[in-house]
């Protein structure tokens, strides 16, 4: 079993590093996203420089990605490391990840979309509380309830709390467990490896962009014919931007996971949304699908 660190609280003054561990981020994004970052009082750091001789969906050789990580990891100044974008490439660094350096030294890391893997490795390799949040590319687009969503993830002395007003219940009930997951794509492509957490009494989180329902068929029929499926505590599905109709998703997600008992919320916003609420992950909460509510039992940050 995991022992839990939590990264300590963010204050403002404190120092944190902005990287590319993905895709590289336009120069008009990640300028936006750091001004954000600034007015809520951070000291911002940019690492998110990329490689041109890379193919253009990479930000940089997995060596260089990495070590951009690492580097920031082992700076003691470094408070928290915000992913600049995701895109694609952050499964090809996680063996290089100084995953000895970050428990020693926990630093507040967040992102969302393939930055899924990351989170999910640096979670499973050292027990760190990690944030599926926003990347800094879609802070200076996101509603103020992002933004509040963000800062309060980080910087709150009090369990997090969470109501999805806009969200359906797909199947009632309560259920407690550890919040997991993210981008299911990613999700599936962890699956066989040693960087996916043991999902067993999991509320598991799953977001998608761009995936026909087909696909989306695939991918959940990869889970319940591995077992996971009969594992999990419960289900949250947030954003599924350009994926077709809603209500085929429901009508799929209900139709695949019927043999199951475990609660089903669907309509969160979370991932690729406008709004992107942040989410600790690895900390228990108990999710009631009735009611729209994750209630976090713990501080998702050290004092």
Same mark, same amino acid.
């Given at each position: 079993m995991l022992t839990l660190i939590k990264p300590p609280s963010l204050r403002p003054g404190d120092r944190v590093g902005v990287l590319s561990?993905?895709?590289?981020?336009?120069?008009?994004?990640?300028?936006?996203?750091?001004?954000?970052?600034?007015?809520?009082?951070?000291?911002?750091?940019?690492?998110?420089?990329?490689?041109?001789s890379q193919p253009d969906y990479l930000a940089g050789s997995d060596e260089f990605r990495a070590s951009h990580f690492n580097e920031l990891v082992q700076d003691p100044e470094i408070k928290g490391l915000f992913c600049a974008r995701g895109g694609y490439g952050s499964l090809r660094i996680?063996?290089?990840?100084?995953?000895?350096?970050?428990?020693?030294?926990?630093?507040?890391?967040?992102g969302f979309s393939d930055i899924t893997a990351l989170l999910l490795a640096c979670h499973v390799k050292t027990g760190l509380v990690c944030y599926h949040g926003p990347t800094v590319s879609t802070l200076a687009t996101s509603d103020q309830e992002t933004i509040e969503s963000f800062w309060t993830a980080l910087t709150s002395s009090a369990p997090v709390e969470l109501l999805f007003a806009e969200a359906v219940c797909l199947r009632a009930g309560k259920c407690e467990g550890s919040v997991l997951g993210g981008n299911l794509t990613t999700l599936?492509?962890?699956?066989?490896?040693?960087?996916? /957490?043991? $999902? &067993? *009494? @999991?509320?598991?989180?799953?977001?998608?962009?761009?995936?026909?329902?087909?696909?989306?068929?695939?991918?959940l029929t990869q889970l319940i014919?591995?077992?996971?499926?009969?594992?999990i505590s419960g289900l949250i599905l947030g954003d599924f931007s350009e994926n077709g109709p809603r209500d085929e998703l429901n009508d799929l997600v209900q139709e695949r996971f019927a043999p199951n008992s475990f /609660?089903? $919320? &669907? *309509? @969160?916003?979370?991932?690729?949304?406008?709004r992107n609420l942040t989410l600790p992950l690895?900390?228990?909460?108990?999710?009631?699908?009735?009611?729209?509510?994750?209630?976090?039992?713990?501080?998702?940050?050290?004092?």
């Open positions: 561990p993905a895709s590289p981020c336009p120069a008009h994004e990640l300028e936006a996203g750091c001004a954000i970052l600034k007015k809520l009082g951070l000291d911002v750091v940019s690492h998110a420089a990329d490689e041109s996680l063996p290089n990840i100084a995953y000895e350096q970050l428990r020693a030294t926990p630093k507040s890391l967040v599936i492509h962890l699956m066989g490896t040693s960087f996916l /957490p043991s $999902l &067993s *009494g @999991a509320i598991l989180l799953l977001e998608d962009r761009g995936e026909r329902l087909y696909r989306i068929d695939r991918m014919h591995s077992g996971l499926a009969e594992e /609660p089903i $919320l &669907s *309509g @969160a916003p979370v991932g690729h949304g406008r690895g900390l228990p909460a108990t999710l009631d699908a009735e009611a729209g509510t994750l209630t976090y039992h713990q501080t998702a940050t050290a004092p």
